[in-house]
């Protein structure tokens, strides 16, 4: 699915040199790298506010707790995510309310999270958390004036999103905060695990210095309960070289995606969609987006045959994710059971995510592609 070594090999030296600036000043927790780290993410995304932590599933509970978010609140969030989506909401006390994806972009429907609004789950509601799945911005129009309208706060769940933009604007700087991931598999990763906080809003910010560092605005003087969800030294310094190339790996993405949709086309293997029918239905950039491809995800009817086939050809491919939070063991006390979100559980039998990453080669593509007309034929 992605070969992290490719994209190592021609920054081998940059890294090395980043980990022993480390070494030499022996800050490894915070320190002068996260702070430059921090200081050039918030100038690339555009955002007042970029705060290095230790996890994407940190940077979400750090968002929501910095908002207040917390028993007796509700937060509208997708079934058809990462766990964090909505364990992060859990964990901060409060309860997630799911409501269906759109069909074509697999993000969160502005229509089924107005019409969960209106319903009796939906007083309790202070918060959306959308996610945008796959490097693909939510529809940000939509979401913006419901939150308008029902005075509702934003939280970006941006875990696989860097560099996305809805009209020029980045994800990480749409919503009033935001959470990003840097787990190694993310199109932009760290040597570990690592996430960050991004908000134009002081107040936020701030609460979330404090919050990650147990609640500490003084050293040993406790305000709030917080938590130990500090960003290292080692992987500021990482993904400060890693950002200065992220664009161009973007890029590399938006291009091998191109090249999916053309040899897809020229195998003749397309079908309009949402749903495939015999051959695939092909990801879609939205107007007004600009997907990063996080994931190259198709729908395929007999998905699971085909994921097995391209197996026996040494072709990696990944179902992100097969069984909606709703139809999870640990969320079965939320009360939704199989049947309230279709649109989800269809999406999780059909979807398959093919390899894509910066450097995958054209005949690598070629390879996939003919393979999946194979198993069609
Ligand atoms: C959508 C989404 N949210 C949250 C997370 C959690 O991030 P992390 O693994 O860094 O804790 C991830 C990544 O795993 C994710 O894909």
Known sequence: ????????????DELLDALSRVLVTQQFI?????AAF????????????????SSGTDALWLALAAAGIGSGEAVITTPFSFFASASSILRAGATPVLAD?????FNLSPATVSAVLDSPRGAA?????PVHLYGQTIDWPSFSQIARERGLIIIEDAAQAWGAEWNGVKAGALGDIAAFSFYPTKNLSAAGDAGMVTTNSDALAERVKMLRQHGMRRRYYHDEIGWNARMDGFQGAVLQVKLKYIDG?????RIAAKRYHALFHAAGLV?????????VVLPQEVPGSKHVWHQYVIRAPRRDALHDFLATRAIASEIYYP??????????????KEGDFPEAERAAREVLALPIFPELREDEQQTVVAAIAEFFS
């Open 38 to 53: 921090e200081k050039a993410a918030a100038e690339q995304l555009g955002v007042s506010h970029a705060l290095g932590c």
């Open 101 to 105: 994806i759109d069909p074509v972009n």
């Open 1 to 12: 699915m992605l070969d992290l070594k490719r994209q190592y090999a021609p920054i081998h």
């Open 271 to 279: 079908e309009s969609g949402p749903y495939p029918l015999h051959g």
């Open 125 to 129: 509601v202070r918060a959306i958390l």
């Open 323 to 336: 069984l909606p939070l709703h139809q999870q063991e640990a969320l079965k006390s939320l009360g939704y």
């Open 249 to 253: 790996w973007n890029h590399s993405r």
């Open 30 to 34: 915070l320190g002068g790298e996260v």
